[in-house]
């Protein structure tokens, strides 16, 4: 027996849980590409939305329409997360992108004996979810499909519009009187092959099980796992450091297997009376050195307090991913212990904080205040062609008394970008010029206040 | 210093410059520069408005034209004078027309090869190894060459200038200042970093290098053009432009030859054709006032120079009626006695008071627009025959130049602002609603778009970009026609269209520069009429053609004032409906009054009440004065007609011919311009000195308010009147044939075959199916032995065929037809007909002669192809053919046949949806359209239908209109603006809608005033039903 899952608003529904608002609102999500309307809230449905419409279409219907971009990518994350947790239940699951899922429940027979109790486990399982989906049971998996998609009891009745066949086909069946499944099995199966074609056949053979369906089976991703018991009971986080590193030992080895690296890493001490700390380190960068990741891992602890004994340390490495190289080493020379850069950027940003660690790059910009912006840390600088500028840039121009300098090139004028509110209509002309003590400087008249300022200096 | 700038692009350089070329002329003569030149990018588009606008400024406009060379720079030529003209137009053609619409080919070689010689050229070369090419320059251009020297503010100045001193020096090729200018004030910057962005398809922010860093690009004032160039340099621009003395004005008066024959002139042979049309439409003699009249036409027309105009058009129409081609002209041109007399129009000057002056007037001094319409589907010949006649170098189409409006102005201006497109979509949709008053900038402003930062800048943008022209696409049916070669006059560039060119000039240069234009339209009725006149020999024992048709006929009055007027030109529409048993029209007149009343125009100004209280004897005529009884007295008093109006400006408050007509134009474009607030003041105190009240002066300058751009000039609706009455009399009198003519020519109109044939039906005319047998391509009439003959739908009806494939089955078809299906299968091959229009036959019950259950046949029909490709790369169909019968699928029910009806045919002969649900039980309880006249005013009903039509006038203060159909006729229901808000998802997308109402009878229209809706649409199995929905 096999169960077809549809979750037909999947992804809108996830994103009612995270921001609840959504919910007394009418929410939908929308292809960007051919403006229409994919999913949708009950809200929007009572509206009179309904999915395939055109924006523009659901616009006139409401007012008060909320619309978000559909996310592909989003919607498959979501559904392989979906899947791990149906994992705990189910062996054998396979995914049906976008918007469904399949159950074999034979192998499981042990467990459920019953269809009845399948389901029972599924609603379980999906319940923290808050979705909503209709599943439908079938000796073969596309007669499960069709029957969770189309809401029939039975695989007579459903219409023909939901088999995945071409258009062209549906069509002929349809004006033929063909209206469902059953009228079509109806036709004897030669008959109908010589008519219609192989297409149909291979499709009929499919839904009676004479032809095995390929399925493309789920599994979970690997992640490493482990505990370790302690030998004495450790009261402080220096006495944990050395078991911690055995665990990380173990943890670059099975990642050395892999060659892969980690990017989140969780640490659960075990007390007394089953109580738990979790610590979740995040790495930006990925990470697979034990030493390196302990000193992560240190760096985090020092930040939180031990409140009890630790028993038993788990550790768990998610978010695996294959490895990085190497950015160039930020230190060179004859030290041995070199650190390399996304180790360095690791650090700081666990110990400063994530917001505070930003690299620099050009934007091909004449303005100066417009002409760099920040940038994720260790990302490349960018073009460099500049124009004549001065190497030394004063942050806050200074206003000056035009009579001590001497203007000597020039002028350049730049117009204020209007699109920044704060600057309106200005001007402004740059000079080079020379001061009387013989400093080069770079000087600007800005129209608007009427005065001269210095921006920078050439030597 | 005196200066003229040489180096300047208009938004006609589309998406490079932000200025029109009048605020360019406005301002450089602002600006005290003796001369501007217009140079826009391998263009003279903007020539004419720079042309017109310096007749109001004292600035000369020099014709030119830049171009880009890839390996050696940039070019301007300017124009010396009318013989340059022609060279660089021709130039211009040339480059055009050898790359795609929207580009051009362009080599320096070109300036080398073709002949110049009237032309100057600034040169700013590319690099060094460019400079090679300036020896062969010069001596194309000996004395006129010059190298061009911008100055922009930018680091890159310094080293610039330096070169092209250095070059100038080394060439020794003098050298002028320029600006570059892209716009005509500073203020327009952020627009034109819009316009880059749009260009580039980014943000404004993202622009990066290429964005303008300042305003420099601008008409710079001759003191800051003293700081910035030396002073031989700026001398240089006026040493040039004295030598460009060429104005547009030189280009007027060029017409064809061919139109005048041998030993005439123009006017004498206009003269003398005038006199033969009067004999010839007035055989008993013409009245002396129209003989009068003509002669003074005559008079007029010699006097502004004007024959050709009529003459080429007399030529086209006597082609068109050698071949039997219907056409009529419309528009002012129906104020002309002598058009009457030409044959050019259709209505007698005798029967209505018509304005000559509005056609042609002295004050004016424009050519007269005479506008033709002819059968659409004939129009293509008319078209050839003027290329042909002139050859394609003379003839081609005007331009429409496609500009900017408010949706796709937000649309490109919000994307280069950043702002998401999601957001912008949603302010365009809600703008769409014409709900209320406010203009567009008020109703963002309530949509929340002043929160973002961008947003003032946002409105004020896109508010100084509406009107920018976009690119140039081709006219309807404009065509200009040249005395010698057209690109001569103006440059000629490719349309999309292939085959087609179009000239970069729209209707307004032309009108502007009195080119000869004539107007060849496209009306569907005149060839529904032409083929409805050609059965009446056949099929009701008479012939008639369009002037024939008999006048006054009452039985035709009588059937319009029953609002039977389905089919009936321009008076079908829903709104005519309602108003036909309200004005009941007795006369032809009262038709002419009908077809101007019922349009926004008159509506807004709030004439129609008047006018029916008056005809109904309910309210009394009062003149204020004899004048005004003169102008009012044929419509009771009230001004329904734009002459009237004019006519009433001139003669109550004494606006002179002229500025009557800037009257005329101010009420065309108002809305827009807000022009029309300045003639207030003139208006009343012209009225009051003529001892007119203020009430009647008020009164009368909120009419004109009202009528704005809709009103209809009396002619056009006598010209319309006329197809009107044609038709319905042919309505009354031969409805088969009516029918038939009609169907042949869809699309046009007002109504669906579906409703035309259910409209005959309801007129005892019988309509028969489609058949294999018996059916022909167009719809045919076939003679009963008494009565009405019945129609035989064709098989342009079923969906999915192509003519050319059933034409030639129809050449293998036996003439008695099919005996039974096996014998069409083995009779007709494959190649004749594909199994997919077998198919689409059998779907549309085409084979119910031969075999009855139509699933069975296409059953019987379906069969797998394959294509197998031959050698000689032509690939051959092969059929594997199953045995008929094989399997037997069972008959569709009445539901399914209606349903496979409408998918195939797009609608039924057997019972109408509605019938059918409610045989099955599947509708509420209801009353028919026929029924509702026999309520009660004011009672409670429920009605339903197919919706058929939605309409939401923006004159009826948001009420919408929704027409049912249901198997008896249609019910009009009126729903007002707050239940369709409430209720909007049950009414706007229904196919079927349930309505609770209130029946209101108002003498012999009735309506139903909406209380409650449902729509009902999952009750009805069928898809392919449409609504004409808010036109």
Redesign the interface.
């Known amino acids: 027996m096999w169960l077809y899952v549809t979750l037909p608003h999947l992804q809108l529904e996830r994103l009612q849980v995270i921001q609840p608002d959504l919910q007394r609102q009418v929410a939908v999500l929308y292809d960007e590409q051919q403006q229409l309307v994919v999913q949708m809230n009950p809200l929007a449905q009572r509206a009179g939305i309904r999915v395939g419409m055109t924006l523009a279409d659901a616009w006139t219907l409401t007012e008060q329409l909320q619309p978000y971009p559909y996310r592909e990518t989003q919607q498959r994350a979501l559904l392989h997360h979906l899947a791990s947790d149906l994992y705990h239940a189910f062996a054998v699951i396979s995914l049906d992108s976008p918007a469904g899922l399949w159950l074999d429940t034979k192998p499981m027979q042990k467990l459920y004996p019953q269809l009845q109790h399948s389901l029972t486990q599924l609603e379980l399982q999906l319940q923290p979810w808050q979705i909503s989906y209709r599943h439908g049971a079938g000796k073969t998996p596309l007669v499960a499909k069709l029957l969770a998609l189309s809401g029939m009891q039975q695989a007579a009745d459903v219409p023909i519009d939901y088999l995945p066949c071409s258009p062209v086909l549906r069509q002929k069946l349809k004006r033929m009187g063909i209206h469902t499944l059953g009228a079509l099995q109806a036709i004897p199966r030669p008959v109908a092959g010589r008519r219609l074609g192989q297409e149909l056949v291979i499709l009929l053979a499919r839904i009676q099980g004479e032809q095995q369906e390929t399925l493309r089976y789920f599994s979970p991703p690997v992640w490493f796992t482990q505990r370790l018991p302690l030998l004495a009971e450790a009261g402080s986080w220096q006495a944990l450091s050395f078991p911690l590193k055995r665990l990380l030992q173990e943890l670059e080895h099975f990642l050395e297997g892999r060659q892969q690296q980690t990017r989140q890493l969780l640490l659960s001490f075990y007390h007394r009376d089953e109580r738990v700390t979790k610590l979740q380190v995040g790495l930006a960068h990925g990470g697979y050195q034990a030493e390196a990741l302990l000193r992560f891992c240190q760096l985090k602890m020092e930040a939180v307090q031990l409140l009890a004994p630790v028993l038993e340390i788990g550790l768990q490495a998610k978010q695996l991913q294959p490895r990085q190289h190497e950015a160039g080493d930020l230190l060179q020379g004859p030290r041995t212990a070199t650190k390399s850069l996304a180790q360095l950027l690791n650090e700081l940003q666990l110990r400063l904080g994530q917001q505070q660690v930003f690299g620099v790059q050009t934007v091909n910009e004449y303005l100066t205040e417009l002409s760099w912006q920040r940038a994720p840390a260790g990302a490349a600088l960018g073009n460099t062609e500049l124009e004549k500028r001065p190497p030394w840039l004063i942050e806050q121009p200074l206003p000056v008394d035009i009579r001590q300098w001497h203007l000597h090139q020039g002028p350049e004028r730049y117009a204020s970008p209007w699109w920044q509110k704060q600057n309106g209509n200005g001007a402004r002309d740059y000079w080079q010029a020379q001061h009387h003590d013989g400093r080069q400087g770079w000087l600007f008249y800005d129209y608007r206040h009427q005065h001269w300022y210095l921006h920078g200096w050439f030597s | 210093m005196p200066y003229a700038e040489l180096h300047c692009l208009s938004h006609y350089s589309f998406l490079r410059a932000a200025s029109s070329p009048t605020e360019l002329v406005a301002q450089a003569a602002a600006l005290g520069y003796r001369a501007i030149a217009l140079t826009d990018e391998c263009s003279l588009a903007g020539v004419v408005k720079a042309w017109k606008a310096s007749q109001d400024h004292a600035v000369h406009v020099i014709c030119g034209s830049e171009f880009h060379c890839d390996e050696l720079g940039l070019f301007v030529l300017l124009v010396m004078n009318r013989r340059g003209y022609s060279q660089l137009s021709a130039l211009i053609s040339r480059c055009r027309r050898a790359a795609e619409k929207g580009s051009y080919h362009f080599h320096g070689q070109q300036l080398v090869e073709n002949k110049l010689d009237d032309c100057l050229l600034l040169w700013q070369p590319k690099n060094e190894t460019a400079q090679a090419f300036s020896t062969s320059l010069a001596t194309a251009f000996p004395q006129r060459h010059w190298l061009l020297a911008h100055r922009y503010?930018?680091?890159a100045?310094?080293e610039s200038l330096r070169s092209i001193r250095r070059l100038g020096k080394q060439l020794d090729w003098p050298i002028v200042a320029a600006g570059g200018v892209l716009m005509h004030h500073?203020?327009r910057?952020?627009l034109l970093?819009v316009l880059q962005a749009i260009q580039q398809q980014k943000r404004?922010?993202e622009l990066?290098?290429q964005?303008h860093?300042?305003?420099?690009r601008r008409l710079r004032s001759r003191a800051e053009l003293e700081h910035l160039f030396p002073a031989p340099w700026l001398a240089e621009s006026e040493r040039i432009a004295k030598q460009c003395h060429f104005q547009l004005d030189e280009l007027r008066y060029e017409y064809p030859a061919e139109v005048v024959p041998e030993g005439f002139t123009a006017d004498s042979y206009l003269h003398q054709l005038g006199l033969q049309g009067l004999r010839w439409r007035y055989p008993e003699g013409a009245p002396a006032a129209i003989r009068e009249q003509l002669l003074r036409e005559l008079e007029l027309v010699a006097e502004l120079n004007f024959a050709h105009f009529f003459l080429t058009i007399y030529d086209i129409v006597v082609f068109a009626r050698q071949r039997g081609i219907l056409h009529q002209g419309r528009g002012s041109a129906a104020n002309s006695v002598l058009c009457y007399c030409l044959g050019i129009t259709a209505v007698n000057p005798a029967q209505s008071q018509l304005l000559f002056e509005r056609f042609i007037s002295r004050e004016r001094n424009e050519p007269p627009d005479i506008d033709v319409d002819f059968e659409h589907e004939r129009r293509e010949e008319v078209i050839q025959y003027i290329y042909e006649k002139y050859g394609r170098h003379r003839a081609a189409l005007a331009a429409t130049v496609i500009t900017y409006r408010i949706r796709s102005a937000l649309r490109d201006v919000g994307k280069a602002?950043g702002f998401a497109?999601?957001q912008i979509?949603?302010w365009i949709?809600?703008l769409?609603r014409r709900d209320s008053e406010d203009g567009w900038q008020a109703q963002l402003q309530a949509m929340g778009l002043m929160n973002h930062?961008?947003g003032a800048?946002l409105i004020q943008l896109t508010e100084t970009i509406l009107g920018f022209p976009r690119h140039l696409s081709q006219h309807v049916g404009g065509f200009v026609i040249a005395k010698d070669e057209l690109s001569n006059l103006v440059p000629i560039e490719n349309a999309s269209m292939p085959e087609r060119t179009v000239i970069q000039w729209d209707k307004d240069d032309i009108e502007a520069l009195c080119l000869l234009k004539v107007d060849v339209l496209a009306l569907g009725m005149l060839t529904a009429i032409r083929k409805t006149l050609a059965l009446l020999p056949e099929f009701y024992q008479q012939t008639q053609t369009l002037a024939s048709i008999p006048q006054d006929d009452p039985e035709v009055y009588r059937m319009l004032q029953r609002a039977d007027s389905m089919g009936v030109f321009q008076i079908e529409s829903r709104a005519q409906m309602n108003m036909l048993p309200r004005l009941k029209p007795r006369c032809f007149y009262d038709l002419v009054v009908q077809i101007a009343i019922v349009r926004p125009g008159p509506i807004q100004g709030d004439m129609v009440h008047p006018y029916l209280r008056r005809r109904d004897g309910l309210e009394a005529i009062e003149y204020p004065s004899p004048e005004v009884a003169e102008v009012l007295k044929r419509t009771l008093g009230v001004p329904i007609f734009q002459e009237q109006v004019i006519k009433l400006a001139m003669v109550a408050a004494g606006f002179s011919g002229g500025e009557a007509d800037a009257l005329r134009r101010a009420m065309a474009s108002w809305r827009s311009k807000g022009t029309l607030m300045k003639f207030e003041a003139k208006l009343i105190s012209g009225m009051l000195a003529r001892g007119y009240q203020q009430e009647f002066a008020e009164r009368l300058f909120a009419q004109i308010c009202g009528f704005g751009e809709y009103g209809f000039p009396e002619s056009h609706a006598a010209s319309f009147a006329n197809l009107a009455y044609a038709s319905s009399w042919l309505k009354c009198h031969c409805p088969a044939a009516f029918y038939v003519g009609l169907l042949n020519s869809l699309p046009m109109g007002f109504y669906s075959p579906s409703q035309l044939v259910q409209d005959a039906r309801r007129h005892q005319v019988e309509v028969l199916p489609v058949c294999v047998n018996k059916s022909e391509w167009d719809h045919q009439l076939i003679p009963r032995d008494s009565g009405e003959p019945a129609i035989r739908l064709g098989f342009r009806l079923i969906k999915g065929i192509q003519r050319k494939e059933l034409e030639n089955f129809l050449q293998h078809r036996p003439a008695s037809g099919f005996s039974d299906f096996d014998q069409f299968q083995i009779q007709i091959q494959e190649h004749v007909l594909s199994s997919s229009t077998r198919?689409a036959l059998a779907?549309a019950g085409a084979f119910s002669a031969l075999v009855g259950n139509r699933?069975q046949t296409?059953?019987n029909l379906?069969?797998?192809s394959s294509q197998i490709k031959a050698e000689g790369q032509l690939s051959l169909l092969s059929v594997?053919q199953?045995p008929s019968n094989?399997?037997q699928?069972?008959e569709?029910d009445a539901l399914?046949t209606m349903q496979?009806d409408y998918?195939a045919l797009g609608l039924t002969l057997g019972k109408h949806p509605i019938a059918l649900l409610q045989e099955n039980g599947h509708l509420p309880k209801h009353y028919k359209a026929t029924e509702l006249p026999y309520i009660r005013h004011q009672q409670c009903v429920t009605v339903l239908g197919l919706v058929t039509n939605r309409q939401r006038p923006g004159t009826a203060s948001g009420v919408t209109f929704i027409s049912l159909e249901d198997d008896t006729g249609t019910v009009n229901v009126v729903l007002w603006q707050d239940l369709a808000r409430k209720q909007?998802?049950?009414w706007?997308?229904a196919r079927l809608l349930r309505v609770h109402g209130i029946v209101e009878i108002v003498g012999d229209v009735v309506h139903v005033i909406a209380k409650d809706m449902r729509?009902l649409s999952d009750v009805l199995p069928v898809s392919r039903l449409k609504s004409r929905d808010f036109h």
């Open positions: 503010l930018q680091s100045d310094t500073a203020e910057l952020p970093h404004v922010t990066g290098w964005r860093v300042n305003a420099e602002l497109q999601a979509q949603q949709h809600r769409d930062p961008l800048h198919e779907s699933y296409r059953w379906t069969h797998l594997q199953a094989d399997y699928l069972a569709p399914a496979e998918q909007r998802r049950q706007l997308k729509d």
